[in-house]
């Protein structure tokens, strides 16, 4: 097999994955508070403890995060979308395919799925440097806890619990809210 051959089995693998998780769906844009509370407000949960939790989640975020868009964020820092240079330095980023006008807390998401100490280190004392600001750890943490709640009460609602965003969400869960998890084991 030659290069070009390789090339086009790997592109059309990459493809066919892309369909099955449904990476390229379009979607109509629409404010978050929008999409977020139709999600969390329109569609039935569980269990009533767990709207009750998401519902709180959602006041949280429209309380402290629902806020005018003020930067371009990326929307999408995954590892797998970041370059680095010598000494592990941030070089570049890739994948622009998720970019909109944002906040701060909501650029951050991905790495609150990492970890907290990632997110309270590295990035406090990477944005400060940088902008002069403290970047608002708890907005990035709602706004990373509420999208996901979001995202898992449409799947449910549409009964794709078996999608592959749904079960992490779940994994981040059993971090963040363990509470929803231990209620909702008979759907995952």
Known sequence: MNAKQFANIQTAKELMMRRKLELDEPETSRPWSASFKENIF???HPDKKQGKIAKKCYADWFASCNKKPTVVAHNDQLQDNMMFGSQ????GATDFGDVTIGVP???FQQLYRVGEEPLEVAVQEECEM???ECLDLKA?????????LSDCSK??????TDHPKFRNAYKYFNIWLSEVVEENKKVI
């Open 155 to 160: 799947r449910i609602a549409i009964n794709k």
């Open 130 to 132: 940088l902008s002069g």
């Open 105 to 107: 807390g909501q650029e």
């Open 140 to 148: 990035t943490k709602t706004w990373t806890i509420t999208r996901e």
């Open 42 to 44: 329109d569609y039935t």
């Open 88 to 91: 592990n330095s941030l070089s």
